[in-house]
């Protein structure tokens, strides 16, 4: 029996254990890797690599694990948890895919955040649509801003958003049927034509002026975008 066996169970922990989580509760518990890795029965080298891969989800087996150690958190160190989870998920430089993770966090839809921000709703799903673009400066420092300003909860929810991203790269695309698989030429009555063939099957062809202005309004999409 270790001494995670002797505390009473008060707390339940509803979503998946990935490593960034495992790392907030080694710090909760205030234990160094060799012995947090001593108490949940692994090798150190697992802690280790948990806390190098923050999105990574734990096998089944050590999800159980980690569910037990958690539920027998006292106040105390659910609340060392928490805050531990808030820091982690500090921002450095905001993407698309931070955007709208806030977004997620806030549980507002695409006009309410686009008013929230003071941006058109068509920004708001370009951040959506391409999770690596970055907004412009005066936007990081609102988006600063706006995340300083939320709840515990909504920062819990926030990185909760982020995990699933990263551990799904299309979170937040378009679906596959709809993001072009092969862009290509072809001659129809000897004119020159885009043809674009996505990975659902589909294909659509383009004249040189429909081609021009699918261009122009790919850049004036990615000029709104950074704003």
Same mark, same amino acid.
């Given at each position: 029996m270790?001494a995670?066996?002797e505390?009473?169970?008060?707390?339940?922990?509803?979503?998946?254990?990935?490593g960034?989580?495992?790392?907030?509760?080694r710090?909760a !518990?205030?234990m160094?890797?060799?012995?947090? +890795?001593e108490?949940l029965?692994?090798?150190?080298?697992?802690?280790a690599k948990?806390a190098?891969?923050?999105?990574m989800?734990?096998?089944l087996?050590?999800?159980?694990?980690?569910?037990?150690a958690y539920?027998?958190?006292d106040?105390?160190?659910v &609340?060392?948890?928490?805050?531990a989870l808030?820091?982690?998920?500090s921002? $450095?430089t905001w993407?698309?895919?931070h955007a &709208?993770?806030?977004?997620?966090?806030?549980?507002m839809?695409?006009?309410?955040f686009?008013e929230?921000m003071?941006?058109?709703r068509r920004?708001?799903?370009y951040w959506?649509a391409n999770?690596?673009?970055?907004?412009?400066?005066?936007?990081q420092r609102a988006l600063d801003?706006l995340y300083e300003r939320l709840t515990?909860?909504q920062? $819990?929810?926030f990185?909760?958003? $982020?995990?699933?991203a990263?551990?799904d790269p299309?979170?937040?695309?378009?679906?596959?049927?709809?993001?072009p698989?092969?862009v290509g030429?072809?001659?129809v009555g000897g004119?020159p034509?885009?043809? $674009?063939?996505f990975d659902?099957?589909r294909r659509i062809?383009?004249?040189?002026?429909?081609?021009?202005? !699918?261009?122009?309004a790919?850049?004036? +999409?990615a000029?709104?975008?950074?704003?």
């Amino acid at each position: 029996m270790t001494a995670l066996d002797e505390r009473p169970e008060v707390r339940v922990m509803e979503d998946e254990w990935t490593g960034r989580r495992a790392e907030a509760l080694r710090y909760a !518990l205030r234990m160094s890797q060799t012995t947090f +890795a001593e108490i949940l029965g692994v090798s150190p080298r697992a802690i280790a690599k948990w806390a190098s891969k923050p999105s990574m989800v734990l096998n089944l087996e050590t999800q159980r694990i980690m569910d037990t150690a958690y539920a027998r958190l006292d106040a105390a160190e659910v &609340a060392r948890f928490r805050s531990a989870l808030v820091k982690m998920s500090s921002v $450095i430089t905001w993407t698309g895919r931070h955007a &709208a993770a806030v977004q997620r966090a806030l549980r507002m839809t695409h006009d309410e955040f686009a008013e929230h921000m003071g941006v058109g709703r068509r920004t708001v799903a370009y951040w959506h649509a391409n999770p690596h673009a970055q907004p412009r400066p005066e936007m990081q420092r609102a988006l600063d801003t706006l995340y300083e300003r939320l709840t515990e909860d909504q920062r $819990i929810r926030f990185t909760h958003a $982020i995990d699933q991203a990263e551990a799904d790269p299309e979170t937040g695309q378009e679906s596959a049927s709809t993001m072009p698989g092969f862009v290509g030429l072809s001659f129809v009555g000897g004119e020159p034509h885009m043809v $674009i063939t996505f990975d659902g099957g589909r294909r659509i062809t383009l004249t040189t002026d429909e081609s021009l202005q !699918l261009a122009q309004a790919m850049i004036r +999409a990615a000029e709104v975008g950074r704003g």
